[in-house]
């Protein structure tokens, strides 16, 4: 790392979303970036990587083949270069595991030499005269700090796991969100009853990895605040809103109307993997056709009030079901929170919130260019939900903003922000 040297781009949290910038600003050679991260390695939901996993994106979406085909870091070049291609092709498998994906980005980063994991950003400043940031490190491993100079930045560094409030005051290790599971499954397994709470993915997924593993099944709860268990919307003309189009055509959209949008969309980004939910439904069947019938619970409809420790293991929740309004009470032993993600302003910002564009709520006012200040100087990825739509986690669309991104710091383009003309007319 040359502290000494000023960088066209320095991106913060090396995530899916930074590390495909990476790739795609590898080959410019009029761009000099560097990416930082804190952990010591890159790795992606580790809590979540379970053998059966599948991605809710297709083999396609990875970190740059929709802006860049012919890029040597594609998930197909990586099948190739892994010898994996072959069983790759005979599987069909249109949904990579999860933990492929993994390995996939673990492969790309050990191709690049511009990302420096251990190193925590601690601060930023700027310097308005001569338009410079500096940036703050800490290296894990010396604790050592760094001060590194950037005309830009790009804020990458993820969502936090939503901890409902009223979880947030008690500690326990057998009450842990469902980003941490596979830390803790070995030891919720060690109870009588375990509970899940959460409608989507992870909470599907916790539950089938869970199924064959409890003693009781009926031991095993899962309560859903949705009223049902729905399936992720893959319908073709459903997809069409995964698009540069249908991104445009809403960010141009009153502010009012939004969220109202937003309110309606939750099956085209919150649903569960038809799949696995075909998967899960034919285990339950099985498990009925059997004489002693122990079936776990599952309970739609259901919100979480309060949780109350009862002893060293022990927890009463609070529930109430939103249609017959009626509140009620249930014991357990382990509690997981599969209760999704949060964006969070980052600390490190501090120093340069009054050159960021913050709306009425604190949010991140971001510009169509996924700048969020007026120079076109500090950009967000997976910042952008109230602004540019649900797509901001999608990770097919991340190669997408990339795009515009470099573009918008080049001046010039560089890439084809997406022109994919979909079937409907948005306006």
């Not at 080959?27 to 790795?43: A, G, P, R, T, V």
């Not at 297709?58 to 012919?70: G, H, K, N, Q, R």
């Not at 005979?90 to 980005?105: G, L, V």
């Not at 599952?298 to 022990?314: D, K, P, V, W, Y």
Request: net charge negative.
């Amino acid at each position: 790392m040359n502290t000494d040297n000023l960088y066209d781009i320095i991106g913060i949290g090396i995530g899916p979303f930074n590390l495909g910038l990476a790739v795609l600003t590898d080959n410019i050679q009029e761009l000099d970036c560097l990416y930082i991260d804190k952990n010591n390695s890159f790795s992606w939901h580790t809590g979540l990587l379970l053998p059966t996993a599948k991605m809710q994106v297709p083999f396609y979406a990875d970190l740059v083949t929709l802006a860049d085909p012919t890029s040597p870091f594609t998930y197909m070049n990586y099948l190739k270069q892994t010898g994996k291609l072959f069983r790759f092709a005979i599987n069909e498998s249109y949904y990579p595991y999860r933990t492929e994906y993994n390995d996939y980005c673990q492969w790309v980063t050990s191709q690049l030499n511009n990302l420096y994991f251990g190193h925590e950003c601690k601060t930023i400043s700027y310097a308005k005269k001569q338009k410079i940031y500096y940036v703050s490190l800490v290296d894990n491993a010396t604790a050592k700090v760094k001060v590194i100079a950037s005309k830009h930045i790009v804020i990458g560094i993820g969502s936090s796991p939503y901890i409902p409030a009223c979880a947030m005051d008690i500690h326990h290790p057998n009450i842990f969100h469902s980003s941490e599971y596979l830390q803790h499954k070995n030891v919720a397994l060690m109870h009588k009853n375990i509970t899940i709470i959460g409608s989507g993915q992870s909470a599907a997924e916790i539950f089938q990895d869970l199924l064959p593993h409890t003693n009781d099944p009926k031991s095993l709860t899962w309560y859903t605040r949705s009223d049902r268990l729905y399936a992720m919307d893959y319908s073709k003309f459903s997809l069409e809103l995964s698009s540069p189009e249908y991104i445009r055509y809403f960010y141009g959209l009153p502010k009012n109307k939004k969220q109202q949008i937003l309110d309606k969309q939750h099956d085209l980004y919150k649903g569960i993997n038809f799949s696995l939910i075909e998967e899960i439904y034919e285990e339950l069947y099985l498990l009925s056709l059997r004489k002693e019938n122990n079936l776990p619970q599952l309970r739609t409809g259901c919100e979480l009030l309060s949780i109350t420790q009862n002893g060293a293991n022990s927890f009463t929740m609070k529930m109430k079901h939103h249609e017959t309004e009626k509140e009620f009470e249930e014991s357990t032993e382990a509690i997981i929170l599969a209760t999704g993600y949060q964006s969070t302003t980052p600390q490190f910002i501090d120093g340069i919130k009054h050159i960021i564009k913050f709306t009425i709520n604190g949010q991140y006012d971001v510009n169509d260019n996924y700048s969020i200040d007026h120079n076109n100087s500090i950009f967000v990825q997976n910042a952008e939900y109230h602004t540019h739509g649900f797509n901001g986690a999608d990770l097919g669309l991340g190669p997408h903003r990339n795009a515009i991104i470099i573009n918008s710091i080049r001046q010039q383009e560089i890439f084809e922000p997406g022109k994919s003309k979909t079937f409907q007319q948005f306006l």
